[in-house]
Structures are given as structure tokens and as C-alpha cells.
């Protein structure tokens, strides 16, 4: 058996190294900690070849917290070089984070919050991986007006999203439009303070513009001072749009919040839109469409389907619910727009629950639209057909009757059914009769004011037309 003397000094040298494992051990876990903590926060600069640093040195200063999660699956415009300071061109780091994003599965650009991203003319294209998200915090925005436009950039276009499947662009952020030297062009005509006339806007770009894409979400977004349209979507399907802020003057033209065309399957809910035309325009190839709890004004034309039918052309809209609103102080309340030439179907349309404030021309069917004082008379029409008004309440405009049905000489609105609406002038006592036109229907209910000229029964053979079938 060893002695003491001899078992010390190996005990000792144990000891030793039994230590400088731990630390070699403690040093190792400490590095590859560094190295997970900064791959998560920069892993998209890898993906991207981005350069950067491997080596972290002490900041001189205390940094900025960011407040865009330090995710795998987060792409930050910041990391691609944008700016954000409102003035730096930040078009081609946006454009960067989308071609890196759109390639991978399930994954968010950031926007941060606290920054005005000025981003050109730009159509961001798919196809794109399932799940992309368009996480909007800080604000975007166009270069200020036509003067400061490129001349090589689109003018009837700023943001596109063009071919593109299961997008969600959402958030608490800002699109600022800054659409009020584009408003001031020298083309058409719009009312201005006290009753004036003011020019207004030529070829001014629409901000937000998908385009053959489906399965879309469009979220929270606050949006101001469109230079024209707002959001438009066209040849869409399966499209869900919830809590919109948009906002322009009232006398901004052709700044119409929610434009669709060609588009099916379509929700718009819980959503405020005070602008300076109509609040929700819904184009032809439209059908299963569902509105609610719309708030529109004050400013603006309500809620439109149409206008239809323009060069003769054919229009189909159907399958149209509009619910559980309020249109207030605004040129129009619900409305169905046609020109005259064209022809095609207007068919399954529900207007209910819907409230009214200071509204001129509440419930209005217009066969007659038309832009100018040269627009003839002609023979054929988009059909206007099985049109429901349930539960439309509250107070109208004087200059105008609460209800107006103006169809078409030859082919005439079929199947009008109102119930339980009740229209009270917003000023004064007089009520004024409902105005019709060749309009056949009936009352479910007794109306307020009372409505005698709807014609009875189903038009003669002569009138009877074949537009359903154009759009079967």
C-alpha cells in the first residue's frame, strides 16, 4: 500500500486537472452560447451573404433595443440596409428581405416601429413559399407627389403583390399615401371647401395593389392619404380584410378604400373608412362577397357595386351581403351603378342592418351613370335582379329622396323587395317621396316613408332579357 507522502502529489495533480476540465468545459459552453445567441439574431445575413462581424466588441454606447423578435424566422428590412429615416431611398433593401423571405416557408418580414420607410414604385412578385407575413409596425410610405416620382417608375401603380399565395400583410403600422399633391393635378373635376369645383388627379397610382393571388389577409393596417384607390384587388380569390383605419379628405378624389374586380370569396370585416369616394367598391366578376360591421364616413359615396356595364361590356356580380353597418354623412348609401350599353347580371344582393346618418340618396339603384352630359341612350343593360333592403334605418339628406330606383327603359330592376326600413329627413319635417323608375317589386313591411311606385308583378315578355345566362 502507497504511502501518504507518495498519494499527495498524485491527489494533487488529480486536482489540477480535474479543474482545468471544468473551465475548458465552462469556457466551450460559454462560446457556443455565443455563437446560437448570434446566429439567431443575424441568421438572415447568412442566408443572404450579408457580411458581418464575428467578433463582438463592447458598444461605446448602450444600444437601441429592437423590438423585432430575435427569430429564425424573421426577416428585419433593417438587416437588408433599410433606412427608415424618411428621406433614404429604402426600395431595394425591402425588395432584398422579400427575395430572401419569399423562399422559405412560414416566415415574417418585419417593419419596425418608430421608423418612415420611403420605398419607390414596387411590384413584389411570387410565387412564394406557404405563410408569408407582412408584419407592418412602423410606417411606409411613396415619394412626396409627382415631382419627386421617377419618370421611368409607374404612375398608376405604388405597391403591387402579384401572383402570390397565402400572404398576410398585417400590423399596427402606417401606410402614409402623402397623396395630396397627386389629388391637386389638373384632370377631374371634385368638390372642394363651400361648395367649389377643384381639379383633380390624372394618372395617380393606386397604394395597394394585389394581383392574381389567393388566400390573402390584409389586418390592422392604418392607412392615410391614398393617392388614389386605397387597396384594390384584382382577379383574386379567397381574400380576408379586418380592422382597416383608412382615411383621406372627403374631397380627395377617386380615393376609394376598398376596391375589388374579378375577385370571389371575399370577407371585409370590422373596419372604419372616411374617404373621399366609395367606401367599398365591388367591380364586375365579383360573387360571394360578405361585408360587416362597416363603419363608412363621414365623406365619401357608401357602398357601391358598380359602376358596370362602362363600353358596352359585360358585367356579373353576384352573391353580394352588406350587414351590420354604418354610412354617415356620405354622397350615397348603398348603391348599384350601371352605364348604359353594356349588359350581364347584378343578382343575390343584400343590404341589412343598416344605419344611416345625413346620407344622401340612401338606398339608390342608378341605370343611368354616367360621367358627363354626352352619354346616350342605349338599348341593352347590366340586369339588375333579387335585390334585398332589410332594416335600413336613420336620417337622409333633404336634397335628395331616401330611396331612388332609376332602371333601365328596357330592361327593368326585377324582384326589389324592401322590409323594415324606416328614412327620416335630417333636417325639417318634409318627407319626400321615394323615387321609381321601371322597378318591379314589393314591400314586406310597411316603409318609412312609404314607397307606391314599385310596379307589381314580373315585366312584360318584351322586356324580358337573357343576362343570367351571360353570366352562368
Known amino acids: ?107 415574417v418580414i418585419f417593419v419596425p416601429s418608430g421608423y418612415s420607410f420611403m420605398i419607390q414604385s414596387t411590384i413584389f412578385t411570387g410565387p412564394c413559399q406557404s405563410g408569408l407575413v407582412f408584419q407592418l409596425e412602423g410606417t411606409i410610405m411613396p415619394p412626396d407627389g409627382p415631382e419627386s416620382w421617377p419618370g421611368n417608375n409607374s404612375r398608376r401603380q405604388w405597391l403591387v403583390f402579384y401572383r402570390v399565395d397565402e400572404l398576410s400583410l398585417q400590423g399596427g403600422g402606417v401606410i402614409d399615401g402623402r397623396g395630396e399633391q397627386w389629388w391637386n393635378l389638373p384632370c377631374k373635376p371634385h368638390k372642394g371647401p363651400n361648395g367649389s369645383t377643384l381639379p383633380g388627379p390624372c394618372d395617380s397610382p393606386i397604394a395597394i395593389r394585389f394581383f392574381m393571388s389567393s388566400n390573402l389577409t390584409v389586418e390592422g393596417i392604418r392607412m392615410e392619404n391614398s393617392p388614389q384607390f386605397n387597396f384594390r384587388f384584382d382577379n383574386c380569390k379567397n381574400v380576408h380584410i379586418e380592422s382597416l383605419h383608412i382615411t383621406a379628405p372627403a ?39 360578405d361585408i360587416r360591421n362597416l363603419t363608412c364616413g363621414p365623406g365619401g359615396h357608401g357602398i357601391s357595386i358598380g359602376s358596370l356595364g362602362n363600353h358596352n361590356s359585360r358585367a356579373c356580380v353576384s352573391n353580394i351581403t352588406v350587414r351590420d353597418s354604418v354610412i354617415k354623412e356620405s354622397d350615397n348609401g348603398v348603391r348599384i351603378k350601371t352605364w348604359q350599353g353594356g349588359f350581364g347580371a347584378v343578382s343575390g344582393i343584400s343590404f341589412l342592418n343598416i344605419h344611416m346618418d345625413n346620407v344622401r340618396n340612401p338606398i339608390i339603384i342608378d341605370q343611368f351613370y354616367c360621367l ?44 326589389i323587395t324592401l322590409s323594415d326600413i324606416e328614412l327620416l329627413p335630417a333636417q325639417g319635417d318634409l318627407v319626400l317621396d321615394p323615387f321609381c323608375w321601371n322597378v318591379y317589386g314589393g314591400q314586406e313591411t310597411l316603409t318609412i316613408p312609404p314607397i307606391f311606385c314599385l310596379l307589381e308583378g314580373n315585366p312584360p315578355a318584351v322586356f324580358e332579357n337573357n343576362d343570367l345566362a351571360y353570366c352562368s
Open 1 to 107: 500500500m502507497a504511502s501518504l507522502s507518495t498519494r499527495v502529489p498524485v491527489l494533487l495533480v488529480i486536482f489540477y486537472m480535474t479543474v482545468v476540465a471544468l473551465f475548458m468545459v465552462l469556457l466551450c459552453s460559454h462560446n457556443v452560447t455565443a455563437r446560437y445567441h448570434h446566429h439567431g439574431h443575424r441568421g438572415h445575413h447568412n442566408k443572404n451573404k450579408h457580411k458581418h462581424s464575428h467578433i463582438s466588441y463592447p458598444p461605446s454606447i448602450p444600444p437601441e433595443p429592437s423590438n423585432s423578435p430575435a427569430d429564425e424566422g424573421v426577416y428585419d428590412v433593417r438587416s437588408f440596409g433599410a433606412v427608415g429615416d424618411g428621406i433614404v431611398d429604402d426600395t431595394e433593401a425591402f425588395k432584398a428581405a422579400w427575395d430572401a423571405a419569399c423562399q422559405v416557408e412560414s416566415v
Open 251 to 289: 374631397w380627395s378624389p377617386n380615393t376609394d378604400g376598398i376596391h375589388i374586380e374579378q375577385t370571389t370569396n371575399v370577407e371585409i370585416y370590422d373596419s372604419l373608412i372616411s374617404n373621399g369616394d366609395d367606401c367599398v367598391s365591388i367591380g364586375a366578376g365579383c360573387h360571394d362577397v
Open 372 to 415: 358627363s352630359k354626352e352619354c346616350s341612350n342605349r338599348t341593352s343593360a347590366v340586369s339588375v335582379s333579387d335585390i334585398e333592403y332589410s332594416s335600413i334605418k336613420g336620417t337622409y339628406d333633404i336634397r335628395s329622396p331616401p330611396m331612388h330606383f332609376a332602371c333601365s327603359d328596357t330592361i327593368p330592376c326585377t324582384n
